[in-house]
C-alpha cells in the first residue's frame, strides 16, 4: 500500500509541474503583450512610468512565487518516487540506457539531444573520483560535481559505474540529478549561449532573442542543444549587465543591446 500511495502522489506532482509549466508559458505571453503596450504608453506619457514599474514588478513576484512552487514540488516529488522504488522488488543496480529519441521529445523532463553520437566514456577518471571521495551515499554530491566538471554532463556509463563502485543507488543518482538544476544528463555543445532572462533583458526582449538564436540553430523544441553539439542555449536570472540589455554571453564574450535582427551576431566566428 506505501508503494501505491508513493505512486500517486508521484502522478500528482508530475500533473501539477506539467499545469504549472502551462500556466508559465499562457502567463509570459500575456505578461509580454502588457508590457509592450506599457512600453509604447510610457513613451507618450512619462507619467505612466509607475504602472510600467509596477508590470515588472508583478512578473518578478510571478517567477519568484513559481520557483518557490516548483521546488517545493520536485522535492516532494524525489521523496515520493524514493519512497516508490523502495518498496519495489529487488533487482540489480543498473542505469538504464538513454534511447535514441526524436527532436524535440522529452525524457524523464530532461531536454534530449538528438544528432551525432555522444564520444565513448574513460571511465578511469570515475574509478579516481571514488577513491577519492569515498564509496558510502554522503559522497554522492561530490562525485556527481566532479563528473559533470570532468565530462560536462553526467554520462550514463560513467554513473553505472558509481553505482558498481559504491553504496549509492539509481535512485539516489536520479534523485540528485534531477534535484539540482546545474546537473545535465545530456551531452552540452562545444559553445555555451547564456541568454539573460532578468527583469531588464526580460522587458528589452529577452524572450525574442531566444526565439530567433533557437530558429537560426535549429534547436528542436524540448532540446537546448542544437544537432550539431556546437551551441548550447541556457536561460539564465541575471549577467550583471543590466544597463546593456539584453544581453547574451557566448563562453566567456558579451554582447549587448541586441535586437532579434542582430541576435545571431552574437556567436561570432563559431555561427
Not at 502551462?22 to 504608453?41: F, M, N
Not at 544537432?227 to 554582447?255: K, N, Q, Y
Request: charged residues 25%; contains cysteine; aromatic residues 4%.
Amino acid at each position: 500500500m506505501k508503494g501505491r500511495a508513493a505512486g500517486v502522489v508521484v502522478l500528482v506532482c508530475v500533473a501539477a509541474l506539467t499545469a504549472d509549466y502551462a500556466v508559465k508559458i499562457a502567463w509570459t505571453a500575456a505578461s509580454d503583450v502588457r508590457v509592450a503596450a506599457l512600453q509604447e504608453k510610457v513613451r507618450a506619457d512619462a507619467g505612466l512610468a509607475a504602472a510600467l514599474a509596477a508590470e515588472q514588478k508583478k512578473i518578478a513576484d510571478f517567477n519568484q512565487a513559481r520557483r518557490t512552487r516548483i521546488n517545493w514540488l520536485s522535492l516532494v516529488l524525489i521523496v515520493a518516487a524514493a519512497a516508490f522504488l523502495v518498496e519495489q522488488p529487488k533487482a540489480p543496480r543498473r542505469i538504464p540506457e538513454k534511447p535514441q529519441k526524436a527532436a524535440g521529445v522529452r525524457r524523464g523532463g530532461k531536454p534530449v539531444v538528438t544528432g551525432a553520437a555522444a564520444p565513448e566514456i574513460d571511465l578511469a577518471f570515475v574509478d579516481e573520483v571514488v577513491a577519492r571521495e569515498g564509496r558510502g551515499t554522503e559522497a554522492a554530491i561530490p562525485i556527481l560535481q566532479a563528473i559533470q566538471a570532468h565530462y560536462r554532463y553526467l554520462p550514463d556509463e560513467a554513473l553505472r559505474r558509481v553505482c558498481e563502485l559504491t553504496e549509492i543507488t539509481p535512485a539516489q543518482i536520479a534523485g540528485t540529478s534531477s534535484f539540482y538544476s546545474r546537473f545535465r544528463r545530456s551531452p552540452v555543445g562545444e559553445h555555451i549561449v547564456r541568454v539573460c532572462h532578468g527583469t531588464a533583458c526580460h522587458v528589452a526582449g529577452a524572450r525574442q532573442i531566444t526565439d530567433e538564436l533557437r530558429r537560426e540553430l535549429k534547436i528542436a523544441e524540448g532540446e537546448d542543444t542544437d544537432p550539431s553539439r556546437t551551441f548550447t542555449i541556457e536561460e539564465v536570472a541575471c549577467l550583471g549587465c543590466c544597463s546593456l540589455a539584453p544581453v547574451v554571453m557566448v563562453d566567456e564574450h558579451t554582447a549587448g543591446n541586441l535586437t532579434p535582427a542582430t541576435a545571431c551576431d552574437a556567436l561570432g566566428e563559431h555561427a
